[in-house]
């Protein structure tokens, strides 16, 4: 079965800080990963996917299958990059389903 | 273009009440999902539809109930309201083929 493991629920850094946020999966097929974002009453966003290999607000994310797993970091977190994050899996079988991890937050102190 | 619309955004219910929860998509996506988000658990997968019609359980189905009648619908239902039902519900369709969800606003629900 497929899995996605964020092991910290919170994490606090200063701004101007590096900020890195874990993420490991389990999947036996070709795993497809994304990492959503919610802002302070906001809906959930995506932030950026791996097969895109894009930095989206200074946020990058790189794929090691070695490793399974798909962290997500940013050499200099501000204010504003705090918010839930979440690691997801695509499972590309009926439905497109996302399988989520535990969540992650992120608090950046000024 | 609205996206994804939920209502309502809060609900108190008590024990036992029975209630749906609205969601609808104006994007033409033939994919809807619900999600339940708790603290510290992530978002969990309630149900799911792949067109009208189709509906199918996700992880966590127990105490809830869908339909899909047009492609635009996707209501979730609750007959027997208990407090382990207390969570934020989050609607999301997606186009076949894609891969980005596109996620409604969420709607708290708490049972007392």
């Known amino acids: 079965a497929q899995r996605v493991t964020q092991p910290e629920k919170l994490l606090s850094v200063f701004k101007g800080a590096p900020v890195e946020l874990k993420c490991n999966y389990s999947?036996?097929?070709?795993?497809?990963l994304f990492w959503y974002v919610q802002y302070s009453r906001q809906r959930l966003q995506l932030l950026l996917r791996?097969?895109s290999r894009e930095s989206i607000k200074g946020f990058t994310a790189d794929l090691n299958k070695g490793e399974t797993s798909f962290h997500l970091k940013k050499p200099f977190a501000q204010e504003e990059d705090s918010a839930m994050y979440y690691c997801?899996?695509?499972?590309?079988?009926?439905?497109?389903?996302?399988?989520f991890g535990e969540g992650t937050q992120l608090t950046v102190n000024p | 273009n609205a996206g994804v619309t939920q209502t309502p955004k809060f609900r108190i219910l008590k024990i036992g009440q029975s209630m749906t929860l609205q969601c609808a998509q104006d994007?033409?996506?033939?994919?809807m999902y619900w999600y339940r988000q708790d603290p510290g658990m992530g978002l969990k997968l309630i149900y799911y539809?792949?067109?009208?019609?189709?509906?199918d359980k996700g992880e966590v189905p127990n105490g809830y109930n869908v339909s899909r009648s047009t492609t635009e619908d996707f209501p979730l239902r609750l007959e027997l309201a208990a407090p382990s039902q207390t969570s934020v519900y989050f609607c999301?369709?997606?186009?076949?083929?894609?891969?980005?969800?596109?996620f409604g606003a969420g709607s708290r629900l708490t049972v007392l």
């Open positions: 997801a899996l695509l499972q590309e079988t009926s439905g497109s389903r996302l399988t």
């Open positions: 999947y036996s097929g070709s795993p497809e």
């Open positions: 791996h097969i």
């Open positions: 994007m033409n996506h033939n994919y």
């Open positions: 539809s792949v067109g009208a019609g189709i509906t």
């Open positions: 999301a369709s997606i186009k076949a083929g894609a891969n980005v969800l596109t």
